[in-house]
């Protein structure tokens, strides 16, 4: 059974419409300020160290100084946040205080420390675990007569 094309047009718009508003979530949630290249390899580098545990690709390196972060890279932060917080381990990601190097290397060393801290990873590691939901399926059952007269004339 194939979907109705009405039904499909309205799922693509829903979807490009939470697309947008996801966007614009990360990139008010970038920082800015000035941001040297080095600096933020610096960052990548310590962020490219966990992305492997999530099976994420690793982000890449800076060419130049920027001044607002990519929102791609403020959503591998993000992701790292989160899985921290559902760890339950308060990671100390903030980027509303990101502003210059010197909070990079802040935030740097925040991600180190995550990246070492053996909860984490063993949160990491562990398989997520599905909610299956089983459906029960209710038969009526006859009543007790006619059990008996079915089993009686079986007999005959």
Do not use: W
């Not at 693509?12 to 614009?24: K, L, N, T, Y």
């Not at 802040?106 to 590691?125: D, H, P, S, Y």
Request: glycine share 4%; aromatic share 6%; no cysteine.
């Amino acid at each position: 059974m194939s979907i109705p094309q009405d039904i499909m047009a309205e799922a693509e718009q829903v979807g490009a419409a939470m697309d947008a508003e996801m966007s614009s979530a990360l990139a008010a949630a970038a920082p800015q300020g000035q941001f040297s290249a080095r600096a933020l390899n610096a960052l990548v580098a310590e962020l490219n160290a966990i992305l492997p545990m999530f099976g994420a690709p690793l982000y890449p390196e800076f060419a130049e100084d920027i001044t607002v972060f990519p929102p791609e890279f403020v959503e591998q932060i993000m992701m790292l946040a989160g899985a921290a917080e559902q760890a339950g381990i308060d990671s100390g990601i903030d980027l509303s205080d990101i502003q210059d190097d010197r909070d990079l290397a802040k935030l740097a060393g925040v991600l180190r420390t995550l990246a070492e801290n053996e909860e984490f990873i063993a949160f990491l590691q562990t398989p997520v675990e599905e909610e299956v939901v089983v459906e029960e399926t209710v038969t009526e059952t006859p009543d007790e007569e006619i059990i008996e007269e079915d089993l009686f004339a079986a007999r005959m």
